[in-house]
T-cell receptor, first 115, second 115 residues
Framework: AQSVTQLDSQVPVFEEAPVELRCNYS??????LFWYVQYPNQGLQLLLK??????LVESINGFEAEFNKSQTSFHLRKPSVHISDTAEYFC?????????????FGSGTQLTVLP | ETGVTQSPTHLIKTRGQQVTLRCSSQ?????VSWYQQALGQGPQFIFQ???????GRGNFPPRFSGLQFPNYSSELNVNALELDDSALYLC??????????????FGEGSRLTVL
């Protein structure tokens, strides 16, 4: 079974500063990778995904993540954060479970953007 | 396009009782998955339904059961509730391509408190 490690449980950063949220997964076989964001008292929203092709993927709100197969990492970055980016961020890897594909999530990183 | 909707949003039960949570999948999505998110943790896969049958299950006991209906909506039933069942229960749906990659669209969740 896959495992996902998010090394930082909390990341405080000042507004307009860059940020990197780290994610490592356990398997070196072909994987699909995702970042989800969760705002307080809400469900999870898909932020971006890596399925194949270019190892650098981008979201519409300025986040990007780079798939690094050799390091089994999928770190999330943003060059300049806003107050509204404050949320919990979850990295997930897709794996087979019987005939289904399930997402295995990390424990999350709370990003707090300070004014 | 209607997203994933869940009901109820909040509920309180006592130990030993039974609970039913409901989910309507996003339009065009034929696969439904359920996840449990305990406080401060990432979501954990409970099971997935496709064509009205369970086709993948995580590490949850049989007292967690489910149904999928012909309109792709779904129910999660938990019998003999325990205190540790207190969590946010997330329903997620996927379309045929998402079923291949694991990409999920989540609802807002049902927060269950067991006293």
């Amino acid at each position: 079974a896959q495992s996902v490690t998010q090394l930082d449980s909390q990341v405080p950063v000042f507004e307009e500063a860059p940020v990197e949220l780290r994610c490592n997964y356990s398997s070196s076989v072909s994987v699909y990778l995702f970042w989800y964001v969760q705002y307080p008292n809400q469900g999870l929203q898909l932020l971006l995904k890596y399925l194949s092709g270019s190892t650098l993927v981008e979201s519409i709100n300025g986040f990007e993540a780079e798939f690094n197969k050799s390091q089994t990492s999928f770190h999330l970055r943003k060059p300049s954060v806003h107050i509204s980016d404050t949320a919990e961020y979850f990295c997930a890897v897709s794996e087979s479970s019987g005939s289904a594909r399930q997402l295995t999530f990390g424990s999350g990183t709370q990003l707090t953007v300070l004014p | 396009e209607t997203g994933v909707t869940q009901s109820p949003t909040h509920l309180i039960k006592t130990r030993g009782q039974q609970v039913t949570l409901r989910c309507s999948s996003q339009s065009g999505h034929n696969t439904v998955s359920w996840y449990q998110q305990a406080l401060g943790q990432g979501p954990q896969f409970i099971f997935q339904y496709y064509r009205e049958e369970e086709n993948g299950r995580g590490n949850f006991p049989p007292r967690f059961s489910g149904l999928q209906f012909p309109n792709y909506s779904s129910e999660l039933n938990v019998n003999a509730l325990e205190l540790d069942d207190s969590a946010l229960y997330l329903c997620a749906s996927s379309d045929p391509s998402g079923r291949e990659t694991g990409e999920l669209f989540f609802g807002e969740g049902s927060r269950l408190t067991v006293l």
